[in-house]
C-alpha cells in the first residue's frame, strides 16, 4: 500500500517516504490546558490518530513516534488559576489548573479512541532547550533583545544565506504583505512591525525562569519556541510530519519554522505539513456567546465516544465538518448496525480489505474508506455460513484501521449512556407476535403489542419489507 499525503507547504500530495523507516516521526501541536476540550478540538487529537495506526500499520508499532505536546504556560492558564484558586500563589494554582485539566483531555480523548502519543512533552520541563535555541538565533543575527524580550526578525531570515526557506512560505504570504496587514499598534520594542517575541519578562508572581541572551530579569517563553524545543527534544532538527488544525498555519506553524531553521541551519524542519479543516456546529461558528459551544465531555454524556469518532472521520480531514446532531444520530445507526454484524469478536483477523486500505493512502481518505465499509456490510446480505463469517472478519479488520470496531459490541453496548438495555430475543418474539396478530386482523392484540413495545423505549416501523425497530432516543 502507498502513501500520499498532502503537504500545506509544497502545496502538493506526494508520496510519503520517511527519513528513518526505523523511526517514523511525528509533532503535532496539543492543547493548552486551562478549560474543558471543544468538540473542534477533538479533530486534531482524531485525525492525526488516524494517522498514527495508518503509520504503525506500515511501518510496524515501535517504528512510530508520535509527540504531542501539553502547553502548560500560557496567558489564559495564568487567568483562570487566579479566578479559580484565588487563595493559592499562583504557581500552585497554575499548576492545580493544568494537572487537572490534562487529566480531563485524557479522559476525553481516551473515549474518543484515540491511542496516546509515545511522548507528551510539557512546555514548562523544556525552558533548556528553548534559551538553547533563543541563543542561538541571538548569535545567528536572528534574534535581538530589547526591552528585556526576545525578539525574532523575519527580515534578517530572508535576507540571509540561501539554504533557509523564506519566511511566509508556508503561509503562502510575502513579508511586505504581512507589514502592510499588521496592527498599528506595534510594540514600541520591536525594530519592525513583522518581529515576534522568542522571550518575554514575566510580572511579579507569573510562573518565570532565568532568562537567555544576558538578561537580567526572569523571563517565560513565546508560544511558538515551545513546540520547536519540545520538537528538537524528542524528534531531532529535522522529522517526517508536523501537524495541527488549519488556523495554526499562521503565525504559529510558520514562526516555529522559522526559529527552528535558523536556528539549526537547515532549510526545512519537516517534510510534510499538515492541517484539518475547522469544524463548526450546526452550521455556524463555534462561539461561547451563540450557546453552541460543544464540550467533548458534554457529547459523552449523550453518545458513545466511537459514535463521535465515526462522525468526526465522515468528512475527509482537510475539508471542513458542519458537525450536526443529525450527523451524530445517523453515525450512530451506522455503528448500531455494524456490532450487530461483528457481534462479539475481540480480534481484527487477516489483513484489511485492499479498498480501504488504499483510500486511507490517499491522504487519509475517510470518507471513501466509510462507503467502502458500507458496502462490505451490505455484501453480508444473501450469505450464509463461511461467506457471512468473512464479511464479520472484513469489516472489523477494515474498520479497526481507523480506530472504530475496535470493541465487542458488549462493550460497545455499555459504553452508550442513554442506553435502554434491549432484550432483542424479546423484541423479535414480540414483534412476530404482532405480525401473527396483523395477519389474523387482530388490530386489538397488534395495537396492544405495539404500545407495549413503546413503553419498553422501542420504535416500530412497518414497511412493505416488514416490520423494523429501533430504540427511541
Ligand atoms: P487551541 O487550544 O485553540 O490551541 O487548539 C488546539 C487544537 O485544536 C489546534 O490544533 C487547533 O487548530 C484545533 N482547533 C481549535 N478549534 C478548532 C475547530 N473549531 N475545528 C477544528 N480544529 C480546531
Ligand atoms: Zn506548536
Excluded at 515576534?196 to 517563553?221: H, N, Q, T, Y
Excluded at 475481540?346 to 479498498?355: F, S
Excluded at 405480525?435 to 420504535?459: C, H, N, P, Q, Y
Amino acid at each position: 500500500m502507498e502513501l500520499r499525503l498532502y503537504d500545506t507547504l509544497n502545496r502538493e500530495k506526494r508520496v510519503f517516504t520517511p527519513i528513518d523507516r526505523g523511526n517514523v516521526r511525528m509533532y503535532v501541536c496539543g492543547p493548552t490546558v486551562y478549560d474543558f476540550a471543544h468538540i473542534g478540538n477533538a479533530r486534531p487529537v482524531i485525525v492525526f490518530d488516524m494517522l498514527f495506526r495508518l503509520l504503525r500499520h506500515l511501518y510496524g508499532e515501535s517504528h512510530v513516534t508520535y509527540v504531542r505536546n501539553i502547553t502548560d504556560v500560557d496567558d489564559k492558564i495564568n487567568e483562570r488559576a487566579a479566578r479559580d484558586f484565588p487563595k493559592l500563589p499562583l504557581n500552585e494554582a497554575i499548576r492545580k489548573v493544568t494537572e487537572q485539566t490534562e487529566k480531563q483531555f485524557h479522559d476525553d480523548v481516551d473515549a474518543l479512541g484515540c491511542l496516546r502519543p509515545t511522548v507528551e512533552p510539557r512546555a514548562t520541563e523544556h525552558i533548556v532547550e528553548m534559551r538553547e535555541i533563543i541563543e542561538r538565533l541571538v548569535k545567528g543575527g536572528f534574534a535581538y533583545v530589547a526591552e528585556d524580550h526576545v525578539l525574532f526578525s523575519p527580515q534578517a531570515m530572508n535576507a540571509a544565506n540561501k539554504i533557509l526557506p523564506r519566511y511566509g512560505a508556508l503561509a503562502n504570504r510575502s513579508l511586505d504583505e504581512m507589514i502592510a496587514g499588521a496592527r498599528v499598534d506595534v510594540a514600541p520594542y520591536k525594530r519592525d512591525p513583522t518581529d515576534f517575541v522568542l522571550w518575554k519578562p514575566s510580572k511579579p508572581d507569573e510562573p518565570s525562569w532565568p532568562s537567555p541572551a544576558g538578561i537580567k530579569v526572569m523571563g517565560r517563553p513565546g508560544w511558538h519556541m515551545e513546540c520547536s524545543a519540545m520538537s528538537w527534544k524528542h524528534l531531532g532538527e529535522e522529522f517526517d510530519i508536523h501537524g495541527g488544525g488549519i488556523d495554526l498555519v499562521f503565525p504559529h506553524h510558520e514562526n516555529e519554522l522559522a526559529q527552528s531553521c535558523c536556528a539549526f541551519h537547515r532549510n526545512r524542519m519537516a517534510n510534510y505539513w499538515m492541517h484539518n479543516g475547522f469544524l463548526q456546529v450546526e452550521g455556524e461558528k463555534m462561539s461561547k456567546s451563540l450557546g453552541n459551544f460543544v464540550t467533548i465531555r458534554e457529547l459523552l454524556s449523550d453518545w458513545p465516544g466511537e459514535v463521535l469518532r465515526l462522525n468526526m472521520l465522515k468528512t475527509h480531514y482537510r475539508s471542513p465538518i458542519d458537525w450536526t446532531l443529525k450527523g451524530v444520530e445517523e453515525s450512530k445507526k451506522v455503528l448500531d448496525s455494524w456490532y450487530d454484524i461483528v457481534g462479539d469478536d475481540t480480534q481484527a483477523l487477516g489483513e484489511p480489505d485492499e479498498d480501504v486500505s488504499a483510500q486511507l493512502g490517499d491522504d487519509l481518505n475517510t470518507s471513501g474508506a466509510i462507503t467502502r465499509l458500507h458496502a462490505i456490510a451490505s455484501s453480508r446480505v444473501g450469505t450464509s455460513g463461511q461467506g457471512q463469517l468473512d464479511v464479520k472478519r472484513n469489516l472489523k479488520t477494515s474498520a479497526m484501521l481507523l480506530g472504530l470496531l475496535g470493541n465487542t459490541r458488549k462493550q460497545y453496548l455499555a459504553s452508550n449512556p442513554k442506553a435502554i438495555v434491549v432484550n432483542r430475543e424479546a423484541v423479535d418474539a414480540l414483534i412476530a407476535d404482532r405480525t401473527a396478530a396483523r395477519a389474523r386482523k387482530d388490530f386489538r392484540e397488534s395495537d396492544r403489542i405495539r404500545d407495549e413495545l413503546a413503553a419498553m423505549g422501542i420504535v416500530i416501523r412497518d414497511s412493505k419489507e416488514g416490520t423494523t425497530w429501533e430504540v427511541a432516543r
